[in-house]
């Protein structure tokens, strides 16, 4: 889901729309796992649409989940010099799959939140 504001701007033949796009920074192995330890960290950026470039990231939240969504489990989110890293605890989730829900929020109050089935399996 999206939150924006746009508007016309009479100077310009065209303008990206205002949407974030998450984006993950995961210590996966190349297949798209990661170990089943407490202490992961995910970092958290945003892109934007084609030739939109987001404003700094004001807020972050990431939730996980093992059963699709079902249930949540919000992660530890921290910011430090501009970047936001989402702290999350595998220990003893061995062979699950995990969901993610991600809430993005810019400087200009565009926002995004996204659903990502089946993110990364845990090892």
Do not use: C
Not at 73 to 92: D, F, I, K, L
């Amino acid at each position: 889901m999206w939150e924006f504001t746009s508007k016309l701007d009479e100077s310009v033949y065209s303008q990206g729309i205002p949407i974030l796009f998450p984006r993950y920074d995961l210590p996966e192995d190349g297949l798209k796992t990661l170990a089943a330890t407490a202490g992961r960290h995910i970092g958290l950026t945003a892109t934007g649409h084609a030739g939109y470039t987001p404003a700094a990231l004001t807020s972050a939240r990431l939730s996980y989940s093992y059963d699709g969504g079902t249930t949540w489990t919000e992660a530890r989110v921290s910011q430090q010099g501009g970047r936001w890293t989402a702290t999350v605890n595998h220990a003893g989730a061995t062979g699950e799959q995990v969901t993610l829900k991600t809430e993005l929020t810019d400087a200009r109050g565009d926002s995004v939140t996204q659903t990502v089935v089946r993110a990364y399996d845990v090892r």
